[in-house]
C-alpha cells in the first residue's frame, strides 16, 4: 500500500505518460495501418536461400553452355505470366479495400453522430436544461470576473510552487470571452440520502478565451488562445435546513479528470515541442485538479455556523484495496538491430483513481509480468469514481503505451470482492489480473483484533509496497485560540503539522492573527491504531517557531464513543490559554467476507455488468441507522404579549396562543389556550434526524383570530448542535422581535442503542408520562433497508412487473421507488418508524406492479426482532401470496431509545405529593387561574434521591438527615448504579417497619452527577425538573416516622486475585544479532559513472511491527555493525523478519537486496548462525544471529544470564535485557475525590526505566476498573523498580505506587497478586494489580559454558605484540611474536607476514615488514623493529598491523587481516604484551 498523497507528488511523471500514450495512440474514428513487424534470424536465411535459388539457373546454363536464346526465350514467358498474374492481384486488392474503406466509413460516421450526442439523448435519466444555458449566457461576463480571481490569486501560485523554472509565471492578460460555459445535461440522482441534493452537471465549454503569460526568469511571454474543457461535475446541495436558503451550503468537484485542451500561442515553436506542451497542459491540470477533482471539494457555505471542513472532506464512502497481481500476453515492444531481431517489453503498470496514483515496479524482459503489490484508495463517491488502469513499457527515451482498462468501483461494492481477468484496450492483445476488495468502515472496534490478525497474514511480496491497513484516521483541523506571540511582540501567521508515523501533511496558513482558523480535513491510513499517535505541531508559516504541540495517542480514540474526539485540546509548550478544536474519527477497515459471491462466475458477470448475484445480506449506507430522536416537550409560556383588544382598542384584553415549531423538514403546531398570557400546553413532539450541521429548531407564537390573520407574538431558534451536545436541556427561553415573553421547553436528543434489556425501562418511563396532545413517546426507532427482490411472478398478462414496495407499521406509510420490468427489482432504499411498543407493533410490506396489481406481501412482528444479534435481521424473506420462489432481501434493525429520562423513574417522592408538576387534573385549572408573571411555585414538589439538609420542607420527609449531615460512613461501590437497581431494604424482625422503602440512587443533569449523593441540592435539582417535567402520577413512598437513619448499602464484593486472560504472560523476546554483510553491490558512482565506487549500507529490520535500523557504515562492501535489538513477541505469531539493506545516498536511498526469515523457524530453532543470500541483487549475503528467547519462573536462573550480559558487548550499546515484567492493571478501590468534589476519571500511568505506558481513563467513580495488560523489559531486576502513579485525566495526581522488581525475586514463581495501598491518597485507597516477572532463558548460556560462544563479527585470527618506549633512546619499540587461528580457504595454508605502518603519514621510516613464514596459519615471528619518535609525536600515531599473503594472485586481496591500535591508550611507559584480534579490512 502507499500513501495516496505520495502519488501527487508523481502526478507530473505520471501524466506525462498517460498523456504521450494519449497522442501516440491512433484514434479510434481513423484508419489505422498496421505497422511493419520486424524481421526476424529465420526470415534472413529464408530470403537468403531464395535469391540463391534465382541465381542457380544462370549459373548452371553457364556451367553446361546452354544457348543464350533459349535462356532469354524461358524468361520472357516466366515475364509475361508474372505480370498478367500482378495485374490480377491488384484488381481483386483495390476491390477488397474500397469494401473495406465503404464499411469503415459508414461505422465512423455512424459512431461519430452517435459520440457527438449529448448526454441526455444517449442517457434517458439524463435531463436537457436549455434554460440554465439562457441564464449562464446572460452572467458569463460575472463568471468571467470571479475566473480570473482564481486564476491570479490560486491556480498561478500552484503553477508556481509545481516547478522551480516556473517561479516567476503570472497572468498578464485573462479575457474569457463572451461564448458562455454550456450545461448539455443533468442527472438528479434519487437514490441518495435523505437531507441532500445530489446532480450530475454535464458541461461544455469552448471559448474564445484570451490568456497571456510571462515567465519573467526566462524573459519568455506565451499565450492561450482559446480552451476546450468537456467534463462531468457533481454538485451536492447539503444540508437541506428548515429555512432561507433551504440549502446550507454548495458542495462541487470533478470525479474524474476533465477533458482540456489549450490552443498556445506566442511561444508555438516553443510550446509545441511533445514534452513541453505535454507538461503545460498536465501542471495546469494538477492545479485544477488540487481544487476541484476528488477527493478534494470547491464548497461555497450559505449560510453562518456550518462544519466547512466536514463538508469538504466528509468520511469516506468506503476504502478499495487493489491487489495488482498480474498480466498476461502484452505487446512486445522492444527491438533488437533497428527491427531486425524481435524482443519483449519491460512492463509496469499505472493506477489511478481520482488524484491517487500508483506505479507499479518494472518487470524486465517479459509479456507476461508478476507484479504481486497491493495499494489502498479512498473512496468518496459511488457511483462514479473508477480505477483506471494504464500499462507502459519502460524505455529509456520514451515509454511506450501497451494499454489500458476501466473498472467501476461501484462493482467492487456491490460484490465485496473481484478477483478477475481485464482485457486491456486500445492495444491487439493484453489483459491484467487485478483483486480488488471493498472495505467497509466500521465505527467500533468490534472487529479490530481480527483485522490486524488478518493483515498479519495477508503477505506483501512487493518492494513498493506497505503493510496493508486496519483504519483510517481523518482529521478535521478547525481553528485555535490565544495562541502565543512572536518575538518582538508580533502577530504570528500559524500553520499545522500533523503527523502519523512517518507521514506528515501541512494546514493552510492564517495570515497575521493568533486566532487562527484553518477548516482544514486531513485522512491518514494506520496499520495498527494500538500503537500509533498523531503528534500536532502548531508552527509559524517559516516553518521555525513553534506556537504548540500536541501529541493524541490512537488508543484514546478506540475507548471513545463512536471512535472520535470531537473537543478543545491544551496545547503543550505554548501559551497557558492556547487551545485547539479537533474533531478526529477513527474508522476500522473491516473485509466483509460473509457476502463475498460463492462463484467465480457470478463474480464475472457482475464485473460485465449483469448483476446476477444474490448477495446473503444487504450493504447499506455507512450512514444507514444512525439518526436519533429529538423530543421536543412544550410546557409553558409566560408575560406574553396581548394581542385581543376589547371596545375598539379602549380596553386592552388577552391573547389566544399556539406555538409552531419547524425543524428537519418536520413542522408541529400546539392547542390553542384561550384568553391567556401564561397558558400551559404540556404537549410533546419527536422528530427523528441525522447530526448535519447548521439544523437549528424554530419556534413562533402566534395569537389566534377568527376573522383574520394570526397575530405574532415572538420567536426563538436553538441551534441543533447545543443541543445534541447537552443531550438533556431544561430551560426558558425568551422570544425575540417582541416586548416580552418566554416559553419553557425540556429538550432531549434521544440516542439509540442495541440493548434490549434497556426496553424494560423505556416502557415504564412511557406508562409515566402522559401529555394533552395525547402524544405517547415512543420506545424504539425502527431503521428498513429495502435491497431488493428476487423471482418475482408476472403479470396476468405476461409482462414483468415494475415492482414497488409499500411500508406500513401503525400509522406510518413509506413508498419506494417503482423500477423497470424486471422480476428481480432492486430499490436500495432505507426507511426509519418511530416504534410505541415493539413486543407489540408490526411491519408490513406490500409489493405490487405499479402500484395497482399485487405481487405479494410480508409480515415483520417486531418483537421477533428483540430475540436477534443486535436486534437485527438481514436475510432472504419468503413472500405470501407470490410464486414458491419469490423472496425479498431486507434489513430490519430496532434501535431502543436510550433516553436519559429513564434514570428519574423509581425516585423516591414525599408523603405530600402523588402527581407530578404538570399532571391533567391540574393544567385546566391552571390554564384558567394563571394570571401573575412569576414563576409558579416549586414548593409542592419534595423529589430527591438522598437525604439532604438544605430546605425546611425536606424535614418531614427524611428526619435522619437533620440528624446526620455529614456523608454516610460506608458509601457505595460506584455512585451511580445501573437504573434498574432498586435496592429494597427490609429491616430485621425486630424493627417496627412494615414496609420496604425503594431507593434508586441516579442523578440526570450534568451538575449534579459530577457531585457525591450527600452533596446534591434537593430544592431545584436536576432530579426535581425531571419530575416537574416528565413524571406524572409516581407513586408515593411512606417513611416511617420512626426510620431514625438511613440503612448500610451493602458493599460491593472486592476479589483479592486479579483474574487476567489466559494469554497474559505468555510472550518471549525476539533477539536479533546483525554482525556483519559481504559482496554487497557497489552503487556509488564517481567521476560521472566512469568509476565504480562503493556503497554506504545500512539495514531495515521489520517484525511485527517493530521497526529498527543499523547504523550507516561508509564506502564498504563487506561492512561489519555488530548491533543487537530486541523485540517482545507471542510464540504463536506467524510474522517474518523482513531484512533490507539500502546504500545510503543524500537524494534516495539505493537498494542493496533483502530476505525473509519465518518466525516459526526461529522460534522452533531457538538459535541460528547462519549467513543469508540477499534477493533481487547480484550479489550479497548478511550474517545474523537470531535467538528465540523463552521466559520460565526460575530465580537461580538469573545469576547465569547476569553474566552473560556483563561479557557482551555490541556497536549500538543495546544491554540485553534479563528478564521480561508483566503487569496486569485491574481495578482501584476508594480513590479520594477531586478538588472540586467531584469523582476522579482515573487514569494510570506506569514506569520502569525509560519506558512508559498509559492505560485508558474510566468515567468518573472512585472505584475504577482498568483490566488492561502491559509487559517491560528488565535490564537488571536487583536495580530497576516500577513505579504506578494514579491522576484524574492526568491533570491532578491521585496517588502513586512504587514496586522493586527485587521484591518479586522472592515471591512464589515470581508473581506479586493483591491489593496494595496507594501513598499520597487517603487511607482506604488501594489497587489490585498482578506483577509476574519472567526470567530470559537464553541459550547463550549453555554456550558460554560450552566454550562455544561464535567470535564477533569478522574476526579472522589473532596477533601477539609487545609495545613499549625507551624515554633515554626515544624510541619506539614494536616486537612481533607470533600470529594464531588465520582464516585460510586453501588447504596448504598461507605464505604470511606482517606489515606495520604508524599513521598518519606513511613514510619509508615509519613503514616496516616481518620475514615471509611458509604454508603456516600459526606461523612465529619473533621480529623487532625500531621507530625514532618522542613520546608526544607516538601519542599522536596509531598504528595499523596487517597480516598479508604473499602468494595471493592479483585478482584477489593479499589482506588477511588487520588491526589498528591507538598508542594513545596504550601504557607506553610500562610496555604492553597482549593477543589482538584481527579484523576484516577496512575500506
Sequence with gaps: MQNPDSGQGESTKDASGSAHSEKNTPNSLEIETPKPQGVDAVSVLWTFGKCLGALLPVYL???????????????????????????????????????????????????????????????PDVEKVEWLNKILQQVWPFVGQYLEKLLVETIAPSIRASSTHLQTLTFTKVDFGDKAMKVVGVKAHTENERGQVLLDVYISYVGNVEINVEVKRYFCKAGVKGIQLHGMMRVILEPLIGDVPIVGAVTMFFIRRPKLDINWTGLTNLLDIPGLNIMSDTMIMDAIASHLVLPNRLTVPLVADLHVAQLRSPLPRGVVRIHLLEADDLPAKDNYIKGVIAGLSDPYALCRVGPQTFTSHVVDNTVCPKWGEMYEVIVHEVPGQELEVEVYDKDPDQDDFLGRTKIDLGIVKKSTVVDEWFTLKETKSGRVHFRLEWLVLLPNTEQLEQVLQRNKNLTVSSKTSDPPSAAILAVYLDKAEALPMKKGNKEPSPMVQLSVQDITRESRTCWTTINPEWEDAFTFFIPDPRKQSIDIQVKDNDRIQTLGTLSIPLSRLLSSPNL??????????????????????????????????????????????FSKIRPRQTSPDPSFATEGVLRIHLLEGQNLVPKDNMMGGMVKGKSDPYVKINIGGETFESRVINRNLNPTWNEIYEVVLTTLPGQELHAEIFDKDMDMKDDFMGRLKISLKDIITSQYTDQWYTLNDVKSGRVHLVLEWVPTVSEPDRLDQVLQLQSLQSYQNKAVPSSALLFVYMDRAHSLPFKKSGKEPKAGAELVLGKTTYRTKVCDRTNSPQWDEAFYFLVRDPREEILIVKLSSAWDQAIGSLVVPIRELLSKPDLVLDQWLSLDGASPDSQILLRAELKILNSKMTEGVGLPQGPETTLG?????????????????????????????????????????????KEDPSPPETLPTHTSPDPNFDTEIEEPEDSEVEEPITITQQSVTADTEEQEPWQRPTAGSGIEDIARATVFSLPSVSVPEKAEAMPDVVLETRPPHTTPNPSFGTEGVMRIHLLEAKDLVAMDKLMGGLKKGKSDPYVKINIGGVKFKSHVIKENLNPIWNEMYETVLTPQAREEIQVELYDKDMDSDDFLGRFMIRLSDVIRSQYTDQWYTLNEVKSGRVHLVLEWVPTVSQPDRLDQVLQLQSLQSYQNKAVPSTALLFVYMDRAHSLPLKKSGKEPKAGAELVLGKTTYRTKVCDRTHSPQWDEAFYFLVRDPKEEMLIVKLSSAWDQAMGSLVVPIRELLSEPDLVLDQWLHLDGASPDSQILLRAELKILDSKMVELIGQGTLPCAAGNCGQVKLSLSYASKEKKLTIAVHACRDLQSSSKDGLDTYISLMLLPDKTKATKKKTSVKKRDLNPEYNERFEFDLSVEEARRRHLSVSVKNSSASFRSSDNIGQVHIELAQIDLASGVTEWFDLKEEAE
Design 61 to 123: 546454363a553457364g556451367y553446361y553452355r546452354v544457348s543464350t536464346s533459349l535462356l532469354v526465350f524461358g524468361l520472357m514467358v516466366y515475364t509475361g505470366w508474372k505480370h498478367s498474374r500482378e495485374a490480377k492481384e491488384a484488381r481483386l486488392r483495390s476491390a477488397i479495400h474500397h469494401n473495406d474503406n465503404e464499411q469503415q466509413y459508414s461505422d465512423m460516421k455512424m459512431l461519430k453522430s452517435k459520440k457527438d450526442l449529448p448526454a441526455w439523448v444517449n442517457f
Design 564 to 609: 472520535s474526539l470531537d473537543q478543545w485540546f491544551q496545547l503543550d509548550k505554548s501559551g497557558p490559554a492556547s487551545r485547539i478544536y479537533i474533531n478526529t474519527v477513527l474508522r476500522v477497515l473491516w473485509l466483509d467476507e460473509e457476502n463475498i459471491p460463492t462463484s467465480s462466475t457470478e463474480a464475472a458477470g457482475l464485473a460485465a455488468g
Design 917 to 961: 408538576r404538570y399532571s391533567e387534573e391540574q393544567v385546566t385549572a391552571t390554564n384558567e387561574e394563571k394570571q401573575h408573571n412569576e414563576v409558579p411555585s416549586e414548593e409542592s414538589v419534595a423529589v430527591s434521591s438522598q437525604p439532604a439538609v438544605s430546605e425546611p420542607e425536606e424535614e418531614e420527609v427524611f428526619e435522619a438527615a
